[in-house]
């Protein structure tokens, strides 16, 4: 602790009355998870204690797009419970989840580029909550903090639970509000899939994983000219990794199943926690018929700490026709025979599915996976058709970041290390806390961040899209290309990022994306001015 910290009596283990990362030793090693091409994700693989399906017998479906509650002349307004819920995940057997509408995932928003989306999230969790919209250009107060909790409708579970020396006394505490919260999302940004989770400081992992998360997708002018596919031609998918008790309950391995007062996981998973069973929109290993026609997939890596690569099966084996990514539409395609997606990160792609005869099945791989995890969905083909796609030279102007704009650079270090005597996840040397200040940036200006890693660190920034401008002592990497919101380091490297830092002036984080470390203390705060 800094003498600032201390002097403002400010630790970041003085959550809820617990200690961060109760339960984890010093000198516990870092695991991975070996796949087929090597060392793919920093985590541990945690097993299923129940049969689980057979892949391809379930249908694939897609989360259904939220209603507004009522619209004026600028926005949209939207009501989302958080709530308590049974899903039919594996078949015969129903699962505990928590979800927004009581659903995993929740639902979808679509919005225009500029029409702001007012969300009202009510909390009948047991637990506070904290939403943040990954990839909006957002103003702080809606931006989801870490400390800026919707505490639940209903607190007797916290006042049993969490004690006289937990939350109501905390230190820590933001912009808090009780039972519900109004979301304010301008959408002032380019045409993009976006997505809502849980954001909550210490247990954004465990309650991702319990079912908080939905996809927000922004359309545009831009986008609409290219006539993509669109309707029942355009497939969201939600991937997700994610575990099952005997009784089909969701399995994770928390110090504290109440997640209110232990923050963190047990040893054996400390980088990361892995599922044995591949989720599509809530549904393992679906099975999508489609037309012999071309479709665009929207690809969300929503998984706590899995790392994917995909590609597709078939003979021969299309192309994924990249349109887009993080931040939107791309300046041109790029065909890619396979796609490299880290925690948080989304592909936006075309596959042409018109050559193949009905009956053609074409599946969906993860290269990053073994036996049934290599697997994701599969795609039938049916005797249906429409016209493929004549996808166009230009996608969209995207305006090049230069290194010589930039009126600053910093390094900053992602690395495990001792967290107030315990084993955790720190940048450049310090833990998350919520009064310490790693960069003071201008808005209208830009800013080349150096970026180190250790091991895999998926690291997403707040507020501003930016572009990897080299990796090593290279250029870009391979599916770096256009505006990216979380780049995928990988062990041993160093990346430069450019930033132009605008719209908003507050507080912001950025933070590893593998959920485990960002939880175990991988966070630091940036100002704008």
């Given at each position: 602790?800094?003498?600032?910290?201390?002097?403002?009596?400010?630790?970041?283990?003085?959550?809820?009355?617990?200690?961060?990362?109760?339960?984890?030793?010093?000198?516990?090693?870092?695991?991975?998870?070996?796949?087929?091409?090597?060392?793919?994700?920093?985590?541990?693989?945690?097993?299923?204690?129940?049969?689980?399906?057979?892949?391809?017998?379930?249908?694939?479906?897609?989360?259904?797009?939220?209603?507004?509650?009522?619209?004026?002349?600028?926005?949209?307004?939207?009501?989302?419970?958080?709530?308590?819920?049974?899903?039919?995940?594996?078949?015969?057997?129903?699962?505990?989840?928590?979800?927004?509408?009581?659903?995993?995932?929740?639902?979808?928003?679509?919005?225009?580029?500029?029409?702001?989306?007012?969300?009202?999230?009510?909390?009948?969790?047991?637990?506070?909550?904290?939403?943040?919209?990954?990839?909006?250009?957002?103003?702080?107060?809606?931006?989801?903090?870490?400390?800026?909790?919707?505490?639940?409708?209903?607190?007797?579970?916290?006042?049993?639970?969490?004690?006289?020396?937990?939350?109501?006394?905390?230190v820590m505490m933001g912009d808090t509000s009780d039972g519900e919260r109004v979301y304010s999302y301008p959408l002032e940004q380019r045409a993009a899939m976006l997505w809502y989770h849980d954001h909550r400081m210490d247990f954004t992992g465990p309650a991702v994983w319990r079912g908080l998360a939905g996809m927000h997708i922004v359309r545009d002018e831009t986008e609409d000219a290219l006539g993509l596919p669109s309707g029942?031609?355009?497939?969201?998918?939600?991937?997700?990794?994610?575990?099952?008790?005997?009784?089909?309950?969701?399995?994770?391995?928390?110090?504290?199943?109440?997640?209110?007062?232990?923050?963190?996981?047990?040893?054996?998973?400390?980088?990361?926690?892995?599922?044995?069973?591949?989720?599509?929109?809530?549904?393992?290993?679906?099975?999508?018929?489609?037309?012999?026609?071309?479709?665009?997939?929207?690809?969300?890596?929503?998984?706590?700490?899995?790392?994917?690569?995909?590609?597709?099966?078939?003979?021969?084996?299309?192309?994924?026709?990249?349109?887009?990514?993080?931040?939107?539409?791309?300046?041109?395609?790029?065909?890619?025979?396979?796609?490299?997606?880290?925690?948080?990160?989304?592909?936006?792609?075309?596959?042409?599915?018109?050559?193949?005869?009905?009956?053609?099945?074409?599946?969906?791989?993860?290269?990053?996976?073994?036996?049934?995890?290599?697997?994701?969905?599969?795609?039938?083909?049916?005797?249906?058709?429409?016209?493929?796609?004549?996808?166009?030279?230009?996608?969209?102007?995207?305006?090049?970041?230069?290194?010589?704009?930039?009126?600053?650079?910093?390094?900053?270090?992602?690395?495990?290390?001792?967290?107030?005597?315990?084993?955790?996840?720190?940048?450049?040397?310090?833990?998350?806390?919520?009064?310490?200040?790693?960069?003071?940036?201008?808005?209208?200006?830009?800013?080349?961040?150096?970026?180190?890693?250790?091991?895999?660190?998926?690291?997403?920034?707040?507020?501003?899209?930016?572009?990897?401008?080299?990796?090593?002592?290279?250029?870009?990497?391979?599916?770096?290309?256009?505006?990216?919101?979380?780049?995928?380091?990988?062990?041993?490297?160093?990346?430069?990022?450019?930033?132009?830092?605008?719209?908003?002036?507050?507080?912001?984080v950025f933070h590893c994306h593998n959920l485990e470390h960002e939880d175990m203390a991988m966070m630091a705060n940036f100002t704008t001015r």
């Open positions: 602790m800094t003498g600032g910290d201390a002097g403002r009596g400010i630790s970041r283990r003085l959550f809820l009355g617990g200690t961060m990362l109760a339960g984890i030793g010093l000198g516990v090693g870092i695991p991975f998870v070996q796949g087929s091409a090597g060392s793919s994700s920093t985590g541990s693989l945690l097993r299923s204690r129940l049969p689980l399906p057979e892949p391809f017998t379930l249908p694939f479906r897609v989360p259904p797009v939220l209603r507004p509650r009522r619209s004026d002349e600028h926005a949209d307004f939207y009501d989302i419970d958080q709530t308590v819920a049974d899903a039919a995940i594996i078949p015969g057997v129903r699962t505990p989840i928590w979800g927004y509408q009581g659903m995993f995932p929740g639902p979808t928003i679509e919005s225009r580029r500029g029409r702001a989306a007012m969300v009202t999230h009510t909390n009948r969790l047991p637990v506070p909550t904290v939403v943040h919209l990954h990839g909006g250009r957002t103003p702080h107060d809606s931006d989801g903090y870490p400390t800026d909790f919707v505490y639940p409708v209903d607190r007797s579970f916290m006042d049993e639970h969490a004690g006289a020396g937990g939350m109501h006394g905390s029942e031609r355009e497939l969201p998918l939600m991937i997700t990794d994610r575990s099952f008790a005997a009784d089909g309950s969701l399995l994770y391995p928390n110090v504290d199943p109440t997640l209110l007062v232990k923050p963190g996981v047990t040893d054996a998973f400390i980088a990361g926690v892995l599922g044995d069973v591949m989720l599509v929109n809530g549904t393992p290993w679906p099975q999508a018929r489609v037309a012999r026609a071309s479709y665009r997939l929207r690809v969300l890596n929503a998984c706590n700490a899995r790392r994917l690569d995909l590609r597709l099966e078939a003979r021969p084996a299309p192309q994924l026709v990249q349109i887009g990514t993080d931040g939107g539409l791309l300046a041109s395609p790029i065909a890619h025979d396979h796609f490299e997606l880290a925690p948080a990160q989304r592909l936006d792609a075309l596959v042409d599915f018109s050559g193949y005869p009905p009956g053609t099945t074409v599946t969906l791989l993860n290269d990053f996976g073994d036996g049934n995890m290599s697997q994701i969905m599969r795609f039938m083909v049916e005797d249906r058709e429409a016209e493929p796609y004549a996808i166009p030279d230009t996608l969209s102007t995207v305006e090049p970041l230069l290194a010589r704009d930039a009126v600053a650079r910093r390094t900053f270090r992602f690395r495990s290390g001792d967290v107030d005597h315990r084993k955790g996840w720190l940048i450049d040397g310090r833990p998350f806390r919520p009064n310490d200040i790693a960069a003071a940036v201008e808005l209208g200006t830009v800013e080349v961040w150096r970026l180190v890693a250790d091991f895999h660190h998926p690291v997403h920034i707040h507020l501003n899209p930016f572009q990897v401008l080299s990796r090593g002592i290279g250029g870009p990497g391979p599916f770096d290309a256009g505006w990216k919101d979380t780049i995928d380091l990988r062990p041993s490297e160093e990346a430069e990022i450019a930033i132009r830092f605008d719209g908003y002036r507050g507080k912001y």
